[in-house]
């Protein structure tokens, strides 16, 4: 069982950015595949960033690619998504997730085993 607890949401301006975390409860945490989704109001849970379990491989949506940067350190059972260049539109729900996977990362909501319960971003314009 994988416990996962999000952190660093919050209201920030458009242009600013902001660092969110995601800290896991379990050892097996450096065996995951991690990712990042988002769920805006009335719209369906989409894909943002995900990691594999070494952090040498990583994938982004387009939406944010450029702009959004995951990464984890295995030590601290902890993924991160710095996300700079923030738009109203990344107005959300971040959820972090793991899937237990040796073998790259996962983009697909169904992948996962284990879901955070959100961290708020808003973002004004």
């Known amino acids: 069982q994988v416990q996962l607890v999000e952190s660093g949401g919050g209201l920030v301006q458009a242009g600013g950015s902001l660092r969110l975390s995601c800290a896991a409860s379990?050892?097996?945490?450096?065996?995951?595949?991690m990712g990042w989704f988002r769920q805006a109001p009335g719209q369906e849970r989409e894909f943002v960033a995900a990691?594999?379990?070494?952090?040498?491989?990583?994938g982004y949506a387009d939406a944010v690619k450029g702009r959004f940067t995951i990464s984890r350190d295995n030590a601290k059972n902890t993924v991160y998504l710095l996300m700079n260049s923030l738009k109203p539109e990344d107005t959300a729900v971040y959820y972090c997730?793991?899937?237990?996977?040796?073998?790259?990362?996962?983009?697909?909501?169904?992948?996962?085993?284990?879901w955070g319960q959100g961290t708020q971003v808003t973002v004004s314009s």
């Open positions: 997730a793991a899937a237990v996977t040796d073998w790259g990362f996962k983009v697909r909501s169904y992948e996962y085993d284990y």
């Open positions: 379990s050892r097996t945490f450096s065996s995951c595949a």
């Open positions: 990691i594999n379990w070494s952090g040498g491989s990583v």
